[in-house]
């Protein structure tokens, strides 16, 4: 190797590939998957398809999970028929009765009917940067347009008299709201006499406590089993790309994590594991989640339930040990649900403290989480310290430069000398033009003669792709980075720049098409890309050359659709890059060739137009 330009083409290239085909063919493909698998669903509803896993009856599916009980555990598994839909949400909850909800983090209300969460929004986050716009909803409730919630319940034998299920209409005890230190308790009976209660709890951020407990007065045991499902009767609409899950998640025991994206679940239709004897379920995109952490040991199915009343249902649910209460005794389970936004701190908390097995998994932080973890802890360190993770970033990457900075002294220094020894390999090349085995025989041995490592230049690059990779993981996934400011114009780290030099910066009113958004910080990453490559003497090969000159401009392009934070930190890192490779190069008496390349670069326009 006797030009790292070279291995640099190859590397930027290899970036370009991957990222092209991600954006070009990967994403399209996969919406036009999704398409297609929505008219598949669409065609079998209205040939009324036999498929007795889909199959519904009276609104209950019965083949969706058996416990060891002499009959089958009824989870709930339809929207059931109903005279209004895509009611508006305040229509929808003035309809149910229902105890009111409000924390530091969360307002909504508790449905009685069925004693399920229903009515769920976010206080924190909303859905725009702009300060006035509406909470991020989590839940609703059945008749809107997008069903989404949470229940609990019990299945038994008919003998026992009666089991609440989501249609049973709970009394409420106590002052009728949860939140802020208040405890809800609702109560059932049914026709033996048997006593339903649950209390319900919920903490000052996400997590709530379902605490069951069944009181048998009748003269016989009974036997039961708890469940629990999470409903989503829509599918969110959002890009699918390959670094974040969206869909049905779960870690269940000894299983592992499972990960399952809504057309995988589309195409498998329904997923039963064994059982496990500790783990979580739920359902998962970008920012929010909800997800069911039962007690004790449990089985758990993800599952499409087809196309019900022209909407998507995707579900998770689990089903408990049965629990034998004999006549005058009491018996109590406890679930877990969590709701909210995923925090990483809380996500870790909770992990932590209640002893929730790998719930940090929550957070999908991919193949390079050996990385992508202590560079979201660096750079939440630093914003709490400064106050802007924008600043965040920029000091992250000096950090960066200083931990690789012997590794990135030493490549340069061999590039310095390979400099230097310039001539003598050009008079190799001419010397054995026509042998071009003694011809790599003699680089070789100038290499060694003055310890010269040809590949050293490779080092800088290859360190900084998975730290480039990483970082843009973080941006992309952690609700911290969502709608975080930076300086000016920059409102949201998380989304491109929203300024294009086409309409000059917003001074010529018009709209414009995703491509042609360039704004300012796109165009600064293009051109400290620009100067760093001029550090170098112009590759002697004409078509090399072409494609250095129309590199900084294919990726200026290419990353302006970027999280702008990405783009701040490569144009960032670029800067210091020339700095750094400018201080060795000097320090090792190699002529810089940044000022003699853009001299030339402007002497050779000058001549073309003349």
């Known amino acids: 190797m006797e030009n790292n330009k ?11 590939v991957i990222v092209a085909w ?8 996969v919406e036009s998957q999704k398409r ?11 040939q009324k398809s036999n498929n007795p896993e889909i199959k519904t009856e009276e609104g209950v599916p019965t083949a969706l999970g058996k416990s060891e009980l002499s009959t089958d555990v009824n989870i709930p598994g339809s929207l059931q028929s109903q005279n209004s839909r895509n009611l508006k949400r305040s229509d929808a909850v003035e309809r149910s009765k229902r105890i009111k909800l409000e924390t530091d983090s969360l307002v909504g209300s508790i449905n009685l009917t069925g004693g399920r969460v229903d009515d769920l929004r976010l206080k924190k986050y909303r859905e725009t940067i702009e300060p006035n716009s509406p909470l991020i909803e989590l839940f609703s409730p059945k008749g809107t347009k997008q069903p989404y919630f949470a229940e609990f319940g019990f299945a038994g034998k008919k003998e026992v008299g009666g089991i609440p299920g989501p249609d049973t209409q709970w009394k409420s005890e106590g002052r009728g709201q949860i939140g802020n230190g208040d405890v809800s308790v609702l109560s059932w009976t049914n026709s033996k006499g048997v006593i ?15 605490t069951d407990s069944v009181t048998n007065n009748s003269d016989e045991p009974i036997t039961i089993s708890p469940w629990g499902r999470i409903a989503q009767f829509y599918e969110p609409e959002s890009r699918r790309i390959y670094v974040l899950h969206e869909g049905l998640i779960g870690f269940l025991g000894e299983e592992g994590l499972q990960e399952y994206g809504y057309d995988d679940i589309r195409d498998d239709k329904q997923v039963k594991f064994e059982k496990a004897k500790e783990g979580w379920l739920g359902i998962t995109d970008k920012y929010w989640a909800a997800a069911l952490i039962p007690s004790g040991d449990f089985t758990a199915t993800f599952s499409f339930l087809g ?4 909407r998507d249902h995707f579900q998770t649910h689990f089903v408990g040990d049965p629990l034998t209460v004999k006549p005058g005794a009491s018996e109590s389970v406890k679930h877990l649900l969590f709701a909210g936004a995923k925090e990483t701190n809380v996500i870790n908390d909770y992990a932590e403290q209640l002893n929730l097995f790998k719930f940090d998994f929550m957070i999908d932080w991919g193949w390079f989480a050996i990385i992508t973890k202590p560079l979201f802890t660096v750079l939440d360190y630093l914003n709490k310290l400064v106050g802007n993770f924008g600043v965040a970033i920029l000091i992250t990457t000096i950090l960066v430069k200083i931990l690789f900075f012997p590794l990135a002294n030493l490549s340069y220094a061999s590039m310095a000398k390979m400099k230097k020894v310039q001539p003598e390999m050009t008079k190799i090349r001419e010397r054995f033009a026509d042998d071009k085995p003694q011809q790599q025989k003699e680089m070789m041995a100038l290499y060694r003669k ?27 996934i952690t609700i911290e980075l969502r709608h975080a400011p930076f300086f000016g114009w920059i409102k949201d780290l998380s989304a491109p720049d929203p300024t294009s030099m086409f309409n000059l910066f917003g001074l010529i009113p018009i709209d414009l098409p995703s491509i042609l958004m360039v704004g300012v910080w796109p165009l600064l990453m293009g051109i400290t890309m620009f100067l760093q490559m001029r550090m170098n003497p112009a590759p002697p090969d004409a078509t090399q050359a072409m494609i250095f000159n129309w590199m900084p401009i294919v990726f200026t392009f290419m990353l302006a659709s970027f999280p702008v934070g990405l783009v701040i930190y490569w144009a960032w890192n670029n800067t210091l ?28 326009d000058r001549n073309s137009s003349a």
Request: hydrophobic share 45%.
């Open 577 to 604: 890059t020339i700095f750094q490779q400018g201080f060795i190069m000097r320090k090792h008496g190699v002529r810089i060739e940044l000022f003699d390349n853009l001299k030339a670069l402007v002497t050779r």
């Open 22 to 29: 991600q954006y070009f063919y990967v994403a399209p493909r």
């Open 450 to 476: 003055e310890k010269i490592n040809p590949a050293a230049g490779c080092w800088p690059m290859l360190v900084q792709i998975p730290v480039f990779f990483a970082l843009y993981k973080v941006i992309y």
């Open 307 to 310: 196309n019900e009343n022209k």
């Open 196 to 210: 339903f209660k649950r209390k319900i709890e919920v903490d000052d951020n996400y997590m709530f406590t379902f």
């Open 6 to 16: 070279n291995t640099y083409l190859a590397i930027g290239l290899s970036i370009l």
């Open 36 to 46: 297609a698998a929505q008219i598949e669903a669409q065609r079998q509803v209205e």
